[in-house]
């Protein structure tokens, strides 16, 4: 295996949002803002690095009967971390995920990686999984988050700083809200398998 092409396979064919199609409750509930998307697809990061490293490397020592709940104990403990970390020092965006952090523990991201890779791969091509996955859910998250905090709000701002500044008036506040979740992911979903469908028909 060559360890680019498994960093690039977690951002472009199994991405875990629209290549794998999971993870799609945290992604439609905290895209808001940038920043939000940031914070949540950090702490997802560390949470499925950590735990594809750690599953990985106890993977012969744990017997498949009762793997998924030992699965999900690690997983636990690495969440634990980060929403002690987060309370601790970032209390803002903190409150702004909520219930969110501690629900990384059932995300079916971490979980499925766990199942489907690390179980069957050594230390080093797990990380690497990892960090390729977390990073295609970064930039979903952002992209998401982008594309509805500046409809919704005419601007982009993230940790103070403003990066983005339109002047779309009236701003369409329903794109930060529930709905201007499901119209975004829809359009960009509908976007990504016409593209799937275009290439397939050429062929490959």
Known sequence: MDPLSEFIRGITRDNPTFG?????????AVTTSVENAIGMAAGTAFVLVCSNMLVSSLRKLIPATVRLPIFIIIIATFVSIVDMIMEAYSPSMYAALGVFIPL????CIIIGR??????????????????GTST??????MLIGGIRELLG??????FGYTLINL???PSITTMILAPGAFLTIGALMGIVNYQKEKKMAKGG
């Open 20 to 28: 794998l199609v999971l993870g799609l409750c945290p992604t439609l």
């Open 136 to 141: 295609g859910f970064l930039l979903v998250l």
């Open 167 to 169: 002047p779309v008036n």
């Open 104 to 107: 990384i523990v059932v995300n």
């Open 114 to 131: 766990a199942e489907a890779y690390a179980n069957k791969n050594n230390v080093f091509y797990s990380f690497i999984d990892g960090l």
């Open 153 to 158: 709000t005419g601007q982009i701002v993230t």
